[in-house]
């Protein structure tokens, strides 16, 4: 659909449920997904799903995972649920025992579990830099570590993929624990798959643009409310399809991709690389969140 302008911007993606792989392209593969319940992450395991994985998606709040969980067997696979803690690194090796309980040791880890909330950083309390950190980088890398753990105890390769953010590179007013974590993850993914690469695992990264969906928080969705237009603020004049983000995952993980390793894929349209001829006005983050002036407090 064209803009006001007569511009067409990017073409739509193609209908949900449409793969460029073959079906059953992981018939027999089980993958695990941490913050599967909801969100991207659901999106990322469904594609898996249609394709035959055999999945175990992990997250804090059983009832979101026994809701998807219904939604996600009607595609035809097995599906099972595992309530983790990925900050616990006892809690994380007790939900691979449940895997492989269940169907076997996965062959694929889908790291999207993270944390985030937008906050000036003269506002954050040490309490929510440590909340953020610790699930979005800490609790990538006690996940990555378990799964490495086994495959190599076994002999048997492996695909993880960290979902990144795009502020990874450029740093995120606003997010500035977010920003870290993710940076960091970023470069678990470029320091592991080397690590790693010689023993058959690969690691990738994998990075969501503007994707609007049902199980966005409240702070961020309103966020994106006082903002108009969203699809005329991207360079593709459209935003980002859920699925779009979980036919990208599968490709990485698939047999099509396996000299593919240690690389981050953006899929956002371009937004992130977007730049002006002359810069905008600069609107402090404060004012972008509606917030008045800077009070001192402790915390």
Known sequence: MANDEGLPGLPPPPPRGASALPPGTYDGTVVLVTGGGTGLGKAVAAEFARLGADLVIAS??????????????????????????????????????????AYG??????????????????????????????????????????????????????????????YAW????????????KA???????????????????????????MPHDDMTADIRGNLDRARDLAARQPALRTGHPRELGWAATFLASPYARFITGHTLVVDGANWQRRGLVSPPVVPVREQMGRGPYEPYEG
């Open 184 to 210: 960091g993850v970023k470069s678990l993914v470029e320091t592991l798959a080397v690590e790693w690469g010689p023993y058959g695992i690969q690691v990738n990264g994998l990075v969501p643009g503007l």
């Open 60 to 101: 804090r709040q059983e009832d979101r995972l026994l809701a998807a969980r219904d939604e996600l067997a009607e595609l035809g696979g097995r599906v099972t649920t595992v309530v983790c803690d990925i900050r616990d690194a006892d809690r994380v090796a007790e939900a691979f025992d449940a895997a492989q309980a």
């Open 105 to 166: 040791l996965p062959g694929v880890l889908v790291n999207n579990a993270a944390a985030n909330f937008p906050v000036p950083a003269e506002d954050m309390s040490p309490n929510a830099w440590r909340a953020v950190v610790d699930i979005t980088l800490t609790g990538t890398f006690l996940m990555t570590r378990e799964f490495a753990r086994r495959h190599l105890a076994a002999g048997t390769p492996g695909s993880v993929i960290d979902v990144g953010a795009s």
């Open 170 to 181: 450029t740093g995120g007013p606003g997010f500035a624990h977010s920003a870290a974590a």
